[in-house]
């Protein structure tokens, strides 16, 4: 059992009893001005401009209670005593906007993310998330260029078919992320019969040192394409990506209702001659290649009292077992010792670039469950909805506990409180975190 | 010659009670179901909504939609606002039905008792198909001004097993519908309400107000802009166009 010491414990209790107040003192809040019984349907309300101007904007207080025996604080902080929690001040502004006209249209979404914390002090970054032209000669046909996301995949929170998108982090699935440039082309066709669509995607996606320079190490124009069918009212994907910077990559995935409250929804994903670099006992490290098989498979189901359960198995080719993750975890241990006793950082710095590829991707191991229990509307309050996820690594056991209160009655508001309980023995994924608790309060605003 | 004329009374008394007899034994209530079906909307066409949702202390949150439907089984809405919630996009193909959401940004299926606005309309009732599509007519009544369906569910996929719907006699609209699972069970009434003309011969409620003993003292409310036909091809009606909706307003 760990000990966790809260020095900022008055800081701590005074956010998460605010938070509380907050929440439940929502829906006691008129969202608008009560008014008459009179409703009106203004003409310039649908009126369609050519031009769209919209955004988001975030503010986002984080503490973290740390864990100092593990490895990934060792890593982190081995210079610095962060004490045993951080509090972090997140803010973001995004921006999109779009102008049309005929056939053609242009879109871009910035997003410019502040951070302060306790411990690093602040930085900011602007980003160009997304930022193409799109050609509509018809219904049946699409061009796209730019910068953009693709999303493959059916699964919630893993989407191992997605070959050419930045890998989404499963504890915040719906937040938009920062696209690739790519050339794309999307053909329709609609039949009478067993297979009702049938869509195809054929997409370019360049890389070299200026564009796309961390898909690969060389200088290639790659290629994918996305087979799209509504077969028997199943939506079916095959997907190939492929073409020099990367080895082929295979992948299919599928959507079904059984029933009306009941869908199933499945992905595979084969990736040829994958290279996987990992560190053995003694903390070398080598790259072993082959053939990679992953999958996932899913449910989501929503009982008749507006109760959706997600629920998914995931199995990542790619990820590293329990006594690799060990090995890992060894090496910070040591080098934690090392830097402790003789002053040298030379492994930790070592383990650091390390962290930064495979290792520190999300679910970096082979074997996880994921499962969301959100019940909408509770107790017959609009727009409330609170919800608890599990995230269980099959692997060592170690897994995370996040329950979420959502409430969107405010018109373009969203407020979220939400806590993270993250438990593991030690050299396990979940158990080597830097954080034993995490508590956050997100209040979004569109406009 | 006074037992032929006696005979002849009779005939022409049995006779007239039959023609005054006849409008509500000869009522097909599926012809009529599809006569309040084309009432209400063109088989393809395209509108706008807006949607309220009014909680018990009189606070609301409203929805705008662009709405376009194709034969019996393609319908597809987009919300154009708020600001939180433009962009998203439902399609319903049959019973196979999807939402897109721009920051998710690819169609994750949903069903039809879900709400995507929350409050009391569900996506059934935002996706509603041609009545007769779902329901088969179980009974006629006369109901003084107004005749009163029983609609039976054709499959177990439609959202509610059992409509109550009364309908005008002259108009041939909907005035009151109750929405009963397969035990009889109210969940919702929708009230049609403000007829008005819309043009191109469209004369229909423009207004449809909703409440349910579940949802005590809640009620949500439509109302309906700018209906009017238009062809659209099956294409549009497809998952790979749904980020696209808004090219067609």
């Known amino acids: ?447 | 010659m006074k037992g032929e004329t006696m005979k002849m009374k009779c005939m022409s008394s049995l006779l007239l009670i039959l023609i005054l007899a006849s409008p509500i034994f000869a009522l097909d209530g599926t012809v009529l179901l599809k006569q309040v079906d084309r009432n209400l909307n063109p088989e393809s066409y395209e509108m706008y909504r807006k949607l309220i949702n009014v909680e018990p202390d009189g606070s609301k949150k409203e929805f705008t939609l662009f709405s376009l439907k194709k034969g019996s089984d393609k319908i597809a809405a987009l919300f154009i606002a708020p600001a939180s919630e433009n962009g998203r996009s439902t399609l319903r193909l049959g019973d196979n039905m999807w939402l897109y959401i721009p920051n998710v940004g690819k169609p994750v299926r949903i069903t039809s008792l879900q709400s995507v606005v929350g409050g009391v309309f569900n996506n059934a009732d935002i996706l509603n198909l041609d009545y007769a599509v779902e329901y088969n007519v179980s009974g006629v009544e006369d109901a003084g001004n107004e005749y009163l369906l029983h609609l039976k569910a054709k499959t177990r996929s439609v959202a509610y097993d059992q409509l109550r719907m009364w309908v005008d006699k002259d108009k041939k609209l909907p005035t009151k519908i109750d929405c009963l699972t397969e035990a009889n069970m109210l969940i919702k009434t929708i009230y049609f309400k403000e007829h008005k003309d819309f043009g191109g011969g469209i004369v229909r409620p423009a207004v449809i107000e909703t409440d349910s003993p579940l949802y005590k003292g809640y009620k949500s409310i439509m109302i309906y802009a700018k209906i009017k036909k238009r062809s659209f091809k099956d294409e549009v009606f497809t998952l790979t166009f749904m980020p696209n909706i808004d090219s067609l307003r």
């Open chain 1, 1 to 447: 059992m760990r000990k966790v010491q809260c020095r900022n414990v008055p800081t701590l209790q005074s956010l998460i009893r605010l938070a509380v107040l907050v929440i439940a003192l929502l829906p006691c809040c008129p969202p608008t001005v009560r008014g008459e019984e009179t409703y009106t349907f203004d003409q310039a309300e649908i009126e369609k401009k050519p031009w769209h101007l919209g955004g988001y904007a975030e503010i986002r207080p984080v503490i973290n209670v740390l864990d100092k025996d593990a490895a990934l604080y060792q890593l982190q902080y081995y210079k610095d005593d962060p004490g045993s929690t951080i509090t972090e001040y997140n803010g973001r502004f995004q921006l999109d906007g779009s102008y049309e006209k005929g056939m053609g249209r242009v879109y871009i979404k910035t997003s410019t993310d502040y951070s302060y914390s306790s411990e690093s002090g602040g930085n900011g970054q602007t980003v160009i998330y997304e930022g193409y032209a799109t050609l509509k000669p018809s219904d049946s046909w699409k061009l796209e260029a730019g910068k953009k996301n693709l999303k493959w995949g059916k699964g919630y929170a893993w989407n191992p078919v997605n070959f050419l998108d930045r890998i989404k982090d499963p504890y915040d699935p719906e937040l938009s992320l920062e696209g690739y440039v790519m050339a794309t082309v999307d053909y329709i066709r609609s039949f009478e019969g067993p297979v009702r669509t049938l869509a195809i995607t054929p997409v370019l996606f360049p890389v070299n040192d200026h564009i796309n320079d961390d898909v690969g190490e060389d200088s290639h124009l790659n290629v994918a394409v996305k087979l799209y069918l509504l077969f028997y009212d199943t939506d079916l994907d095959l997907i190939y990506a492929g073409g020099g910077t990367r080895t082929p990559r295979y992948g299919m995935d599928f959507s079904r209702n059984l029933s009306t409250n009941f869908e199933v929804h499945g992905e595979l994903a084969s990736i040829q001659r994958f290279r996987k670099q990992e560190m053995d006992t003694d903390g070398t490290l080598g790259s072993e290649t082959h053939d990679t098989l992953s999958g996932l498979l899913g449910v989501r189901h929503l009982t008749t009292f507006d109760l959706t359960t997600i629920l998914e198995y995931y199995h990542n080719g790619t990820g590293y077992s329990a006594n690799e993750m060990t090995n890992y975890f060894n090496f910070i241990h040591s080098g934690y010792q090392s830097y402790q006793s003789t002053g040298s950082d030379r492994q930790l710095v070592f383990a650091q670039n390390l962290t930064k590829g495979s290792y520190s991707r999300p679910s970096p191991m082979e074997d996880y469950l994921y499962l969301k229990l959100s019940q909408k509307e509770p107790l017959d309050i609009l727009y409330f909805t609170p919800s608890v996820t599990v995230m269980i690594n099959l692997n060592d056991q170690s897994h995370s506990i996040t329950p979420e209160l959502l409430y969107t009655g405010i018109t373009n508001m969203e407020l979220r409180l939400r806590a993270a309980f993250i438990r593991g023995a030690r050299d396990t994924e979940y158990g080597e975190k830097q954080n034993d608790y995490r508590f956050e309060i997100r209040a979004g605003y569109f406009f």
